[in-house]
């Protein structure tokens, strides 16, 4: 059979690292190919060369037998190469349907039954009218994998497709990738779940430090063996020792119900929380069901009336009504889940990306950036979270996406702080820096930090977290006790039904603290 696509000897060169080093790769016509390696492997390079975005500075490109240079998006389009890629290529201003009709010709009426009908058929949960603006990073996801699937590609590549899909989504969405490829539409697909891509794909390329150190077939592995071809080592277990809670809440939220201004944004209502120091508190289900609106809530980006500010309490004070510099100074802070954009400035160093967050920790004096200090708290980040980069000086852009995240989850927890809010920490990260990144959660929260984690990951949250609570159509269950609870459970509750939760009386536990 005449490989749909096949590349040999590519090698990619940037300034500080080669990306890409003689890789040979093909992908078959109806095969589900994995491309798996650690963060800043190589992977999106590949996949960016392969989809007109980067030239190789070496190798050949053959389509469907023939040698071919891919100038740009547009003709690897033309050739019938689809990609969903790992930051989103949406215009924020425009519905989900405009931008879709910018890449699948149609009537916007006609383009918006199609997307009805495919979001249906597999799940995906997305209005046609809906501004992209008002989506969260999962379901824009969902709109670039539409988007995709409406093209019928004869290649799709997809760069971590399920990282933000709840688990009957990713089922589905396999389900759909089976029925492509039974079609003889060829899928390359990259992720960090080991486990999907031993029940979803035929063979597995492994690339590490840009070069392919492996070509499996993953169904004959184990996870163990994958994760050992990938980071060159075995990955040792998270050592969780049980919460030494302390004292009142760090932070408390007290019946608080919010109307975004946006009317697809869910409406929050009576949502009640408290995260004590030196406990890890989770808050499970799929984004979109108000998780993003309360954490612009808790980190100050959306504040409240003077008059609400007791809806939000950090030790006992009412905060509510502050801005994210004032939370911030007060020792509450913030990941959010968009590294670009929000978490880091793209086009700033990671020096300066450091700043943002940090300067009020000494780093300034009248006014002055003291920029030694702030290159080595950069340098000390850089080394005590393994961030894979250019130096201090490297553009947040120019880092892989799982070395950005190690970045901006380790300047935070590097500033120790009393109150840490983390939307999904591990997101895009290979199986090694997702461990250590657990690790270092537990490790703040047995120094005494109040953390909370928003993840849609339930298995991080079985892992690390002492209480969950889970959001669904913005009402937050009681919580429940990691260790008294299933994933039977909290499934039924992030479909709404929280009757079997065995919750905790978490107040009560405070006045008799
Ligand atoms: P991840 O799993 O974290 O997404 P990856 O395997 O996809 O990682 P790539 O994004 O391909 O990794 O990055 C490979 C290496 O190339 C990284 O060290 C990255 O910093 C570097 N790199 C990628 N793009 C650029 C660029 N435009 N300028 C400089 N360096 C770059």
Redesign the pocket.
Known sequence: MTPLLRLTGIR?V????T??DGVDLEVLPGQIHAVL????????????IIYGV?APDEGRIEWQGDPIQIKNPAHARALGVGMVF?HFSLFETLTVVENIALAVPGSLSLLSQKIRDAAQQFGLDIQPDARVQSLTVGQRQRVEILRCILQRPKLLIM??PTSVLPPAGIAQLFVTLRALAAEGIGILF?S?KLDEIRELCDVATI?RA?RVTGRVSPREETRQSLARMMIGRDLPPIQITPPTVSGDAFLEVANLSFRPDDPFAATLKGVTLSVRAGEIVGIAGISGNGQDVFTRLLSGETTLLPSDANSVRLNGEGIGHLGPGVRRRLGLNFVPEERLGRGAVPAHSLSKNSLLTTFERGLTQLGLIKRRDLRNVAHRTIEDFDV???GTE??A?????????KFIVGREIAQAPKVLIISQPTW???VGATAAIRQRLVALRNQGTAVLIISEEIDELFEIADRLHVMFRGLLSPSVDRATTDLDHIGLAMAGDFGHLQTVHVREEISAS
Request: glycine share 18%.
């Open positions: 990619k940037y300034p500080s690292i990306a890409n390696g650690e963060n800043g492997a190589g992977k999106s390079t590949l996949m960016k980067t790992q760069d971590e990259i960090h690339l840009g894979r980069c250019g490297a553009e852009r120019s880092l892989s996406g799982g070395n950005l995240q895009g990260l290979d």
